[in-house]
């Protein structure tokens, strides 16, 4: 089945930028989605395929995807940033909705 | 806006059915352009996809659960439901419901969630 991998946790200082990746094999050709989810709250969409904004979402948040790697930018990075972040793919080879491990996001 | 709203029991025994209802308001779930879906989430774990359903009542789950779960879809209720049998503590999880798009597969809408517990 397709795995999605992402670093258990990133850190951050305010104002810097935060790159999550999310990395699965030819993910490049895959629509990759990303939530932000904060403690217990639902997960929310925060960019979708690869690069698009839900309106409402900042644009300090964006994202790419290319070969094996996609990533979710988080510029000028705030308190209010801090949370789990999770990618999410729909793999056509096992029609499976899959959902990577998720990086918490800490903002120091 | 779109709103979903889970409901069922917050307590199952082992070997059990869990049982959940979705209800949509704001847009009507015989909307051709959505799938409805079911995700879990084990306490301080990830999220797990459960599967999914058509208003016209095709289906897809997750290869891991398929045994166990059935979706259906109530589009006079504008509600679609989630059965998971034979529960064990590992299904202990807050269970979401949330719309899915047909062109990207996105979850975009999602209810609060519901905690459920398997324990005698």
């Known amino acids: 089945s397709y795995v999605l991998t992402q670093p258990p946790s990133v850190s951050v200082a305010p104002g810097q930028t935060a790159r999550i990746t999310c990395g699965g094999n030819?993910?490049?050709?895959?629509?990759v989605h990303w939530y932000q989810q904060k403690p217990g709250q639902a997960p929310v969409l925060v960019v979708y395929d690869d690069s698009d904004r839900p309106s409402g979402i900042p644009e300090r948040f964006s994202g790419s995807n290319s070969g094996n790697t996609a990533t979710l930018t988080i510029s000028r990075v705030e308190a209010g940033d801090e949370a789990d972040y999770y990618c999410q793919v729909w793999d056509s080879s096992s029609d499976r909705l899959v959902f990577g491990g998720g990086t918490k996001l800490t903002v120091l | 806006q779109v709103q979903l709203q889970e409901s069922g029991p917050g307590l199952v025994k082992p070997s059990q059915t869990l049982s959940l209802t979705c209800t949509v308001s704001g847009g009507s779930i015989s909307s051709g352009d959505y799938y409805w879906s079911w995700i879990r989430q084990p306490p301080g774990k990830g999220l797990e996809w459960i599967g999914y359903?058509?208003?016209?009542?095709?289906?897809y789950y997750n290869p891991s659960l398929k045994s166990r779960v059935t979706i259906s879809v109530d589009t006079s209720k504008n509600q679609f439901s989630l059965k998971l049998s034979s529960v064990t503590a590992a299904d202990t999880a807050v269970y979401y419901c949330?719309?899915?798009?047909?062109?990207?597969?996105?979850?975009?809408?999602w209810g609060q969630g519901t905690l459920v517990t398997v324990s005698s």
């Open positions: 359903i058509y208003y016209s009542g095709s289906t």
């Open positions: 949330a719309r899915v798009s047909r062109e990207f597969l996105e979850l975009v809408y």
């Open positions: 030819n993910i490049g050709s895959k629509s």
